[in-house]
């Protein structure tokens, strides 16, 4: 039986940080939070990833009851040994379970539940289904991903997100598509609207629901969720299980299965570290120092607002770094030509808001410098944790004013 390299680091020795109460920017309740002050001593620490272990999955994805062009797609995607949420989720998915997944980023959960629910959209000729995740960036990813794994199987799809014009989302409704993938907000709007009916939904995704629930996305999510057919099949992934996530599940599962693969602080495996700068100018030289360094080669630059960040990203630009910038005033194209340069490593610097970066999966990233310091602890966790992705050790850089 093949196995799967994969990385589990060890388990979270520290607290880190309280969870946000209230809104958490970018979400419906919005408001600017209040920072905490964050000692810098937290914020240097040596990586502590845990070795990593051979997962040796039960199945081949050849071996899954799937239709021959998913199969196909699979494997043109050079996907052939399940990731542990694969291997788990997906024969519960198959059997018409209800899942619940703990799960990180990059642990390969979204073919864990793109299969599944492809199968039966294939299957079931009247049975349709509805993804929602909680930023437009995730939100992308996973449509490129089920596009990727239906593709010459004739669903139809829309995506319905924020930032981005209606017009094509109205066309693509009216097209009645069998999968319907969006942001909470946008997908609620087209329900209030009319243009989106949700009564015969009869299989649900709902990725990173904490992050959903941190952004004030709660009413929305469950009125959508109250919306779909009585009888329906549910994925919830999370990568935390608190009270909330409980609750949401507690009152939309049935029976549901529980499959984790959760690997402990995803900041464990940073390499941490401060600089100290005095002046603006200085600051200024000692990133351009490290941006310069070979081993820094594909970085998030963090910056506190979107005017910080754009005449950041355009002084960078001055001084020949190959760097672009993420943040809410783009428009929605803006913000994926951004993302998908600096996936194919046309830019290699990405100055970022911290709402523009959430849900950002880039698995390259080694650095993530905090230009400015970020408003919680909690917010720094996040940010940090997009270095070192797929079991590789990342770096995060602050500067802290002397
Ligand atoms: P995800 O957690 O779904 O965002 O997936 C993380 C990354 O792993 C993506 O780039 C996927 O294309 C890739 N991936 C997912 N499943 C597999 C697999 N079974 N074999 C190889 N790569 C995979």
């Known amino acids: 039986m093949p196995s799967y390299k994969y990385s589990v680091y060890s388990s979270a020795k520290r607290n880190v940080g309280g969870r946000r109460s209230g809104g958490g920017g970018g979400g419906r309740s919005g408001g600017k939070r209040r920072g905490d002050y964050i000692d810098p001593s937290r914020l240097i620490r040596v990586a502590t990833p845990s070795q990593a272990v051979d997962y040796t999955p039960n199945h081949k994805f050849e071996d899954f009851a799937v ?46 539940f793109a299969v599944p629910v492809m199968q039966r959209l294939i299957h079931e000729p009247k049975s349709r289904a509805l993804i929602v995740a909680p930023t437009r960036e995730l939100a992308q990813q996973i449509e490129e991903e089920c596009r990727s794994i239906a593709k010459g199987s004739g669903l139809t799809g829309a995506i319905l997100i924020g930032g981005s014009g209606m017009g094509p989302q109205l066309r693509d409704l009216r097209n009645n598509p ?56 549910s994925f919830f992934f999370s990568a935390t299980m608190d009270p909330r996530v409980q609750g949401l599940i507690r009152t939309f599962a049935t029976d549901p299965e529980t499959v984790s693969v959760k690997t402990g602080e995803s900041s464990d495996h940073v390499n941490q570290d401060v600089v100290y700068y005095g002046g603006t100018s200085e600051k200024m030289a000692k990133l351009h120092d490290i941006l310069l360094d070979p081993a820094v080669s594909k970085v998030i630059v963090f910056d506190e607002t979107q005017r910080s960040v754009e005449r950041l990203g355009q002084e960078l630009v001055i001084r020949g ?22 996936k194919a490593s046309k830019t290699t610097v990405l100055v970022a808001t911290d709402v523009a970066a959430r849900g950002i999966d880039v698995s390259d990233i080694t650095h993530v410098v905090n230009f400015s310091m970020p408003q919680t602890y909690q917010d720094y966790t996040h940010r940090i944790g997009r270095a070192g992705r797929a079991g590789k050790v990342g770096h995060a850089i602050t500067f802290v004013n002397k």
């Open 178 to 233: 069998r999968i319907v993938i969006g942001t909470p907000g946008r997908i609620k709007d087209h329900l209030d609207r009319g243009t989106l009916k949700l009564h015969d939904v009869n299989m649900v995704v709902l990725d990173e629901v904490d992050r959903m629930l941190d952004m004030g996305f709660v009413a929305d999510v469950t009125e959508l969720l109250r919306e779909l057919a009585p009888e329906r099949q």
């Open 321 to 342: 770094f190959k760097a672009d910038t993420i943040h809410g005033g783009k428009s929605q194209g803006q913000r994926i030509r951004a993302l998908d340069n600096f």
């Open 67 to 112: 239709d021959e062009v998913l199969k196909n797609n699979l494997a043109a995607k050079g996907y052939t040994v399940p990731s542990p949420i694969q291997d788990q989720t997906i024969p519960l998915g198959l059997a018409g379970r209800d899942v619940i997944g703990i799960a990180n980023t990059g642990t390969g959960k979204t073919a864990s």
